[in-house]
Structures are given as structure tokens and as C-alpha cells.
């Protein structure tokens, strides 16, 4: 089967690109066919270091899949106790540490695991090993003794909102993906939950969650005045919630189309979404340090 690289927009696309568009290029354009290519090939490699992950961005995923099988095993009549999703946890914690470690690692499985510290040679010592079990620990008590998890489970089953991993609607003929932790329906508005392991700016979250809210405005055909949505922070164990309406539902509007704009203006054949790296700006920043791309871009592999 021959894939082809079609244009999208989700919100982390958008932030990659403001960030910087020659790392928007090598996450989103760069790496294709990379799993294909020959082992020395700049593409394979560039899609070998997309698939690094910091120990901060891990934590935290790792926390949202423990919770999500939490909810999904609730769901089919099993209900997980807190010391054994923390045991599900520890196991995919100390797996993950294990995998990154290997020196045969190519990273071109889609199921393989690499820090990008240990890519880098920033070594993770033993304290911060352990303060990230602590921080994930913490996130998972949080949740568990949290009104919103009793909340969820007090709600009937058949008013939990079923959501695929990966959502997407169509927004002017471009797809766009976003992905939503939790909703469901409750006194005749659907509320949306979103986890945070993170120290987002609350005006990113507004963002964020007003985008979700399109998407179930469209597909449940339901004003916008009757959806709720909700950030809880786990971490600190915070509740945020945010208006919806009319307005911020304009707002996104003209945001995605904005920001589709922007990104399309920079491709060399906008039908075929095809880009060329030349006509993507390097950002030289403080963010360079902490980029999967820098070996790429700023080393190179022939350097090493």
C-alpha cells in the first residue's frame, strides 16, 4: 500500500510551527518514507528522530494511557484499584527505561522507545529517575481520589461518550485531529475533559479545549452554550473550566484558518502538499537544546 503525506492541522501541529517551521517540516514532511528508506538515508534518520521523546513529554503520556486503561477496563465491568494501575505503571516505566538504554536501538519500530536525553547523552540519574516515578505516582493518586474520577464513575455508562483514539473532522475541506481524554453527557450538556501532567498557559488550554468543543458542536449537532469543558491538571490536582460559546467558537474558526493558511503558504505544490526544506525558516533559539532535529539540522549525522 503506497501512503501519501496529506495535509492535516491539529493543535501541536500549529504550535511546531510557530515554534519553529523547519522543525515543522522535519516532523511533518521530512520523515516521509522514512521507514522505508535506506538506514543511511537523511530521511531515515529524521524519522528516527522524530520519534524521541523527552522524559517530560514521556511522563506524561504514560500517565494518560494508564488512565485511559483505567476508564476503558471500568467501562467492560473491571474495576482497577490505585496500587494496580501504579503497578501497570511502574512495569511501563522500567520497560521504557530498559528499551531506551539499548545501543541496537534503530527507533523504526512503531512500538520502540527512545529518551531523547540518552539520543543527546544527557544522562537521567538515579534522583531523577525516581522523581519522575514519584511525579507519575503522584499524578495517578491525584486522579484516582479526585471528585472528577468519582464523578465519572458515578455517571452511567450509557452516558460516557465513546471517542476514538484519533478524532478528526473536516474544517473547509482540510482534515483536522485532536484528541480528547474523556466526555460525556450529563444534565443535558456533554462535558469535556482534558488531563494535564504539564505547566500549560491556561490561555493554550482555552484554545485547546474550544477546538474539542467544535468538534463535538459539529458532530452531536449541539449549541455550543451546552458544552462544558474542563481541565484538570493532575499534577497539582486543579480544576479549570472554560465557556463555550458562539464567539469562541468563531475564534478557533478563524484561528485553524489562519493558521492553515500560514502553513500552506510555504509549500512548493499546495495540491500535492508537497514541501521543500530551503523554504522553511530555521528559528536558532533557547528551544534548539531541547529539539529531536538538532543532530539534523544543526550537527548533522556526518559530524558524529
Given at each position: 500500500?503506497?501512503?501519501?503525506?496529506?495535509?492535516?492541522?491539529?493543535?501541536?501541529?500549529?504550535?511546531?510551527?510557530?515554534?519553529?517551521?523547519?522543525k515543522?517540516?522535519?516532523?511533518?514532511?521530512?520523515?516521509?518514507?522514512?521507514?522505508?528508506?535506506?538506514?543511511?538515508?537523511?530521511?531515515?534518520?529524521?524519522?528516527?528522530?522524530?520519534?524521541?521523546?523527552?522524559?517530560?513529554?514521556?511522563?506524561?503520556?504514560?500517565?494518560?494511557?494508564v488512565?485511559?486503561?483505567?476508564?476503558?477496563?471500568?467501562?467492560?465491568?473491571?474495576?482497577?484499584?490505585?496500587?494496580?494501575?501504579?503497578?501497570?505503571?511502574?512495569?511501563?516505566?522500567?520497560?521504557?527505561?530498559?528499551?531506551?538504554?539499548?545501543?541496537?536501538?534503530?527507533?523504526?519500530?512503531?512500538?520502540?522507545?527512545?529518551?531523547?536525553?540518552d539520543?543527546?547523552?544527557?544522562?537521567?540519574?538515579?534522583?531523577?529517575?525516581?522523581?519522575?516515578?514519584k511525579?507519575?505516582?503522584?499524578?495517578?493518586?491525584?486522579?484516582?481520589?479526585?471528585?472528577?474520577?468519582?464523578?465519572?464513575?458515578?455517571?452511567?455508562?450509557?452516558?460516557?461518550?465513546?471517542?476514538?483514539?484519533?478524532?478528526?473532522?473536516?474544517?473547509?475541506?482540510?482534515?483536522?485531529?485532536?484528541?480528547?481524554?474523556?466526555?460525556?453527557?450529563?444534565?443535558?450538556?456533554?462535558?469535556?475533559?482534558?488531563?494535564?501532567?504539564?505547566?500549560?498557559?491556561?490561555?493554550?488550554?482555552?484554545?485547546?479545549?474550544t477546538?474539542?468543543?467544535?468538534?463535538?458542536?459539529?458532530?452531536?449537532?449541539?449549541?455550543?452554550?451546552?458544552i462544558?469543558?474542563?481541565?484538570?491538571?493532575?499534577?497539582?490536582?486543579?480544576?479549570d473550566?472554560?465557556?463555550?460559546?458562539?464567539?469562541?467558537?468563531?475564534?478557533?474558526?478563524?484561528?485553524?484558518?489562519?493558521?492553515?493558511?500560514?502553513?500552506?503558504?510555504?509549500?512548493?505544490?499546495?495540491?500535492?502538499?508537497?514541501?521543500?526544506?530551503?523554504?522553511?525558516?530555521?528559528?536558532?533559539?533557547?528551544?534548539?537544546?531541547?529539539?529531536?532535529?538538532?543532530?539534523?539540522c544543526?550537527?548533522?549525522?556526518?559530524?558524529?
Open positions: 500500500m503506497v501512503f501519501k503525506n496529506e495535509f492535516s492541522w491539529s493543535k501541536s501541529r500549529d504550535n511546531a510551527f510557530k515554534e519553529c517551521p523547519r515543522y517540516f522535519f516532523n511533518h514532511y521530512g520523515f516521509w518514507d522514512g521507514w522505508i528508506a535506506a538506514e543511511k538515508d537523511r530521511t531515515k534518520r529524521i524519522y528516527y528522530l522524530k520519534k524521541l521523546s523527552t522524559k517530560e513529554i514521556w511522563i506524561g503520556q504514560i500517565v494518560h494511557e488512565i485511559e486503561y483505567v476508564l476503558k477496563q471500568f467501562r467492560l465491568g473491571n474495576k482497577i484499584t490505585l496500587s494496580h494501575a501504579i503497578a501497570i505503571l511502574r512495569k511501563k516505566f522500567n520497560a521504557d527505561f530498559i528499551q531506551s538504554s539499548l545501543k541496537e536501538y534503530t527507533g523504526f519500530s512503531s512500538k520502540a522507545h527512545k529518551f531523547f536525553e539520543e543527546y547523552g544527557i544522562k537521567i540519574n538515579d534522583e531523577e529517575k525516581a522523581d519522575l516515578f511525579k507519575a505516582e503522584s499524578c495517578l493518586t491525584n486522579f484516582f481520589n479526585s471528585d472528577i474520577f468519582m464523578e465519572i464513575r458515578r455517571t452511567p455508562l450509557e452516558d460516557w461518550i465513546t471517542l476514538e483514539d484519533f478524532l478528526s473532522f473536516d474544517f473547509e475541506g482540510n482534515k483536522v485531529y485532536l484528541s480528547i481524554d474523556f466526555a460525556m453527557k450529563k444534565e443535558g450538556k456533554i462535558i469535556l475533559y482534558d488531563w494535564k501532567t504539564g505547566k500549560e498557559r491556561l490561555a493554550d488550554c482555552d484554545l485547546q479545549l477546538c474539542y468543543a467544535l468538534y463535538i458542536a459539529q458532530k452531536f449537532n449541539i449549541s455550543p452554550e451546552n462544558e469543558a474542563r481541565i484538570f491538571n493532575i499534577t497539582l490536582d486543579k480544576q473550566v472554560f465557556e463555550i460559546n458562539v464567539e469562541k467558537l468563531d475564534e478557533i474558526k478563524d484561528y485553524i484558518r489562519t493558521s492553515i493558511r500560514e502553513m500552506k503558504n510555504l509549500l512548493e505544490n499546495v495540491d500535492e502538499n508537497i514541501a521543500k526544506e530551503e523554504d522553511f525558516e530555521k528559528k536558532e533559539g533557547y528551544y534548539c537544546a531541547r529539539c529531536n532535529f538538532r543532530k539534523i544543526l550537527e548533522g549525522w556526518d559530524k558524529e
